[in-house]
């Protein structure tokens, strides 16, 4: 069974940057998770995607995120990160990293899909 552990949250200014990561642990052969993807949930609201990436390395972001997030993987690291810029407040929230073996391109950003999570990381924007 596979662990993900997220790192990297933060509190900022409106305006400022931070990397989270999400390290990969347990589980058996190289790149059995081929898909990762990074959610996010603020208090009151859904859980919702905000990047994923799948064996193709062509990524997918939400449309809240535009071209301020990155999100890239280190397979040989077993790692994944979320470069995050241009921070808003809006952007306030927890972070969990997920992962799943199999997933359809169309259900990237659909926490209901993901197989495994991690126990995410806070990140605070203030105005």
């Known amino acids: 069974e596979v662990q993900l552990v997220e790192s990297g949250g933060d509190s900022v200014q409106a305006g400022g940057s931070i990397r989270l990561t999400c390290k990969i642990f347990r589980y058996t052969w190289t790149n059995e998770y081929n898909y990762m993807g990074w959610f996010r949930q603020a208090p009151g609201k859904e859980r919702e995607g905000v990047a994923a990436?799948?064996?193709?390395?062509?990524?997918t972001y939400a449309a809240s995120v535009g071209t301020r997030f990155t999100i890239s993987r280190d397979s040989a690291d077993k790692t994944l990160y979320l470069q995050m810029n241009s921070l808003k407040p809006e952007d306030t929230a927890m972070y969990y990293c997920a992962a799943d073996r199999n997933l359809r391109k169309e259900w990237y950003l659909l926490a209901s899909k993901w197989a495994s999570w991690g126990q995410g990381t806070q990140v605070t924007v203030s105005s």
């Open positions: 990436i799948g064996p193709d390395g062509i990524p």
